[in-house]
């Protein structure tokens, strides 16, 4: 069963930094793309990065480019989020996604807040 843990999140000072975790389990990590998403408050789930299974390919939202970094351990079944300058509108809730074989799973998420 494909199980998705994401770890990290905090509170953090706007222009701080936060790396995020998602630990996976139950499917061939190394061979699946994984993406993060966030989801704010009243709004809907935003697509923020995607990489490879290889991690040869990423690609990001254009909120995010060049501030957040995606990339994964294939040793260590992990992919990361490393977020730079973070501002007041990136406070959400983070979740790892990954599609294996038709299946759309999630994690539970890690709650990020920026605030001074």
């Known amino acids: 069963q494909v199980r998705l843990v994401e770890s990290g999140g905090g509170l953090v000072q706007p222009g701080g930094s936060l790396r995020l975790s998602c630990v996976a389990s139950g499917f061939t990590f190394s061979i699946y793309d994984m993406r993060w998403y966030r989801q704010a408050p009243g709004k809907e789930r935003e697509f923020l990065a995607r990489?490879?299974?290889?991690?040869?390919?990423?690609n990001y939202a254009g909120s995010v480019r060049g501030r957040f970094t995606i990339s994964r351990d294939n040793a260590k079944n992990t992919v990361y989020l490393q977020m730079n300058s973070l501002k007041s509108e990136d406070a959400a809730v983070y979740y790892c996604?990954?599609?294996?074989?038709?299946?759309?799973?999630w994690g539970q998420g890690t709650q990020v807040t920026v605030s001074s």
């Open positions: 996604n990954v599609d294996v074989l038709g299946t759309n799973a």
């Open positions: 990489i490879t299974g290889y991690g040869d390919s990423t």
